[in-house]
């Protein structure tokens, strides 16, 4: 509603303006989304303790996953615009409000899944038609359209911003063909998935700055470099990934085998406390 009002008051006239608008539109988006394809809101409803501590779990990394991304996006907010926003100064109440909107989600679709059960495989079916197979190219040249329109407000229109982002999304087309691929079980096992894959990922990402930092030392391209060659790791992580898909059939992570639940349980809890850290969060 902000956004088309603001369209309709005259808004949007300038490029400035336009990716604040759009900032607007992502920040109202993203985080749901993105926490969502970490770890699902909805799920068939079950019994059980094991159930119930996922969805315990649900209750603490998805508030995480979506204030962490809140954040980062209110921050950015006035980069994006080219002016100073008083929203920049109450990001940690953005953040907040995201995490306990979130939290209460959750407890709202595990309520539906068990309470509304028709209703809900009505609006949101197993099954569903299969798209126009060329819906996928369309939407990824959307995508790195905004990726670069975004990011070229941050950092400037660089070649190097336009190679990062495609390297960015490359792991998205090269997901297409992950059927063609080999699968190795033995990288299915020793992955870190879940948390810990985000921690994981996290401490590569440091490492490739500082790495890259220590190349090119304090020079006014250094951000840009950075942005570059930041994909490259995380685009090797994401192909080992394909190459380690599944285990054997039937096959369970170590972690997750009935003689391990308190460590599971217990060094989810540590992970996630370690991944906050990693982020800035605590």
């Given at each position: 509603m902000f956004v088309i009002g603001s369209i309709f008051l005259g808004a949007g006239t300038d490029i400035d303006s336009i990716r604040m608008l759009l900032g607007v539109v992502i920040v109202g988006y993203g985080p749901a989304l993105l926490a969502n394809a970490f770890r699902a809101f909805r799920k068939v409803s079950e019994s059980g303790n094991s159930y119930w501590w996922e969805r315990l779990v649900d209750l603490g990394v998805l508030p995480f996953i979506g204030g962490w991304v809140t954040a980062s996006m209110i921050s950015a907010l006035p980069a994006l615009a080219g002016v100073t926003l008083a929203v920049a100064n109450h990001v940690s109440d953005f953040a907040l409000a995201i995490a306990l909107a979130i939290a209460v989600r959750v407890g709202l679709e595990e309520f539906v899944a068990r309470y509304f059960?028709?209703?809900?495989?009505?609006?949101?079916?197993?099954?569903v038609r299969e798209t126009y197979a060329g819906s996928r190219y369309v939407a990824l040249t959307v995508r790195l359209s905004v990726f670069i329109f975004v990011t070229a407000a941050l950092m400037g229109n660089d070649w190097r911003v336009w190679l990062g982002s495609a390297l960015f999304v490359l792991p998205t087309?090269?997901?297409?063909?992950?059927?063609?691929?080999?699968?190795?079980?033995?990288l299915w096992r020793?992955?870190?998935?879940?948390?810990?894959?985000?921690?994981?990922?996290?401490?590569?990402?440091?490492?490739?700055?500082?790495?890259?930092?220590?190349w090119f030392g304090p020079t006014p391209d250094l951000v840009l470099w950075s942005f570059a060659l930041l994909p490259i790791p995380l685009l090797g992580l994401s192909i080992l990934q394909m190459l380690g898909r599944h285990g054997e059939p039937d096959e369970v992570r170590w972690i997750q085998r009935p003689r391990f639940v308190w460590l599971y349980r217990i060094g989810g809890v540590v992970m996630l406390f370690v991944t906050m850290n990693l982020a800035g969060v605590i």
């Open positions: 059960t028709e209703r809900l495989n009505y609006l949101h079916p197993t099954e087309v090269i997901g297409w063909f992950t059927d063609r691929f080999p699968n190795y079980p033995w020793i992955l870190p998935t879940g948390v810990p894959g985000l921690a994981f990922t996290l401490v590569v990402a440091s490492a490739t700055t500082s790495l890259v930092g220590s």
